[in-house]
């Protein structure tokens, strides 16, 4: 696709971000040399990751994206770089690369010399690394050794060819890093590093994005016998104008405060929409009374069911809370209020593997052998006498003194997965199929 075909497809798909759209299209062209390093950087849910992706699919650029969430360790990231290196060059030019002399990668110097073995002789190839700062064990100057990875990797490159040892960028080798905020150039080792910032959303552009695809009030279209008036393009009408003055009556109310980004502005306007037109499909207002439906349906922008996550959905409706409050009889002094025998529960083997988390976490390792150990030795712990070593000159024990905590009191503690696995075991009475 030409250039100009990219950008306006990108502009449909993603809005209120051409002037990113339009950096990196020229910063990334096909004809024209790309800067060795880029530092991308803006809040969750600014539309990093799913632009990148879409701008080298469409351009058909040869390139690499490693998802760095994934990765826990150095060694684990400059693998999957290697790795997804590999793929993206096979499936650029359509060839079968040897894998067997890439098989291995310990470190950043192996990664270089990987790298600039496989990049030799090649047109230009960008690397992606997403959400760089999301790396569980990296390096203080993993960062900055990833930035100047084309120098380097020249370095080697030269030095088993047994040339001059120069340093010189190469120009087939361009590295983008997404983060959340942007990298300082103590961070760096360099202040000669371009940047390209994806600021949060305001709130006309969120209104923008959200009222580009109304959801329809009525699930079912009415029959046209009934009202033959009711078109399929009035449909289409009402769906937007209620649902753009729904969208602002949300972002004002609850949004503004608890769901700033795209991701959770919709979220809580998609769980509010049905409660919210209820009256509508009832036949209680139509569908252009939005204030009089915004005074009926107000306690809805008063409850925070809308803004919190959960593992189970409620069972009562928010509709119908109201209404089951009426309904109950009023509690007096010979009769007591019923007690809500709502349950919810958990499958089976959840629970247990919950319940083993929070085990795990909040006990020290050290107790698993006493605690959920089927088979063991109770031993008594015998109470040592004091020994001389034990007293000071001045008689008095020595050693430090160590406020014990109650672990409960302290943020959960991480454990392993094979720690989790083996208290799950000791938590049920017999085997786990392999369907569970």
């Not at 080798?173 to 371009?194: E, F, K, M």
Request: proline letters at 6%; hydrophobic letters at 40%.
């Amino acid at each position: 696709m030409l250039p100009d075909e990219i950008i306006a497809q990108l502009d449909a798909e993603f809005q209120c971000r051409h002037q990113q759209i339009q950096h990196l299209a020229a910063l990334y062209s096909a004809h024209l040399p790309s800067p060795p390093f880029l530092n991308i950087h803006g809040l969750t849910a600014t539309g990093k990751s799913a632009i990148l992706r879409s701008y080298f699919h469409l351009s058909r650029a040869c390139h690499a994206i490693v998802n760095v969430r994934e990765c826990i360790t150095t060694r684990h990231l400059v693998e999957r770089i290697v790795a997804s290196s590999v793929d993206a060059i096979d499936e650029f030019h359509d060839e079968k690369t040897d894998r067997r002399p890439f098989a291995r990668t310990e470190n950043l110097s192996a990664l270089c010399v990987n790298m600039a073995r496989l990049l030799e002789g090649r047109a230009k190839f960008t690397l992606v690394l997403d959400a760089m700062d999301k790396l569980r064990e990296g390096g203080g100057t993993l960062i900055a050794a990833l930035g100047r990875l084309g120098e380097t990797a020249c370095f080697y490159m030269y030095q088993a060819k047994d040339a001059a040892l120069t340093f010189s960028k190469i120009p087939n080798l361009s590295i983008i890093v997404t983060t959340t905020l942007p990298l300082t150039p103590s961070v760096l080792h360099s202040s000669s590093t371009s940047f390209l910032h994806f600021p949060s959303y305001t709130r006309a552009e969120l209104l923008a994005i959200l009222g580009a695809h109304p959801p329809k009030i009525f699930p079912e279209p009415p029959s046209l016998e009934k009202f033959p008036d009711y078109t399929p393009d009035v449909a289409a009408e009402d769906d937007e104008w209620l649902w753009g003055r729904f969208l602002q009556a949300v972002y004002d109310s609850l949004a503004k405060h608890t769901g700033r980004d795209v991701v959770s502005f919709k979220s809580c306007a998609m769980r509010l929409w049905r409660p919210f037109v209820e009256p509508v499909l009832a036949g209680q207002f139509g569908t252009r009374d939005f204030s009089r439906l915004m005074v009926n349906r107000r306690h809805l922008f008063q409850l925070e069911d809308s803004v919190l996550d959960r593992i189970i959905s409620s069972t009562e409706d928010l509709s119908s809370k109201d209404t089951t409050a009426s309904a109950m009889p009023p509690a007096t002094p010979s009769k007591k209020k019923p007690a809500n025998m709502t349950a919810h529960t958990l499958p089976y083997y959840t629970t247990h593997m919950l319940i083993a988390a929070y085990l795990a976490s909040y006990n020290p390792s050290r107790t698993d052998v006493t605690y959920f150990m089927k088979h063991t030795d109770k031993r008594k712990n015998k109470r040592r006498a004091p020994t001389a070593a034990s007293f000071s000159v001045t008689g008095k024990r020595s050693g430090s003194k160590h406020r014990k905590i109650s672990r409960h009191l302290l943020t959960p503690s991480p454990f392993t997965l094979d720690r989790l696995l083996a208290i799950f075991r000791a938590l049920l009475d017999g085997t786990v199929p392999q369907v569970a």
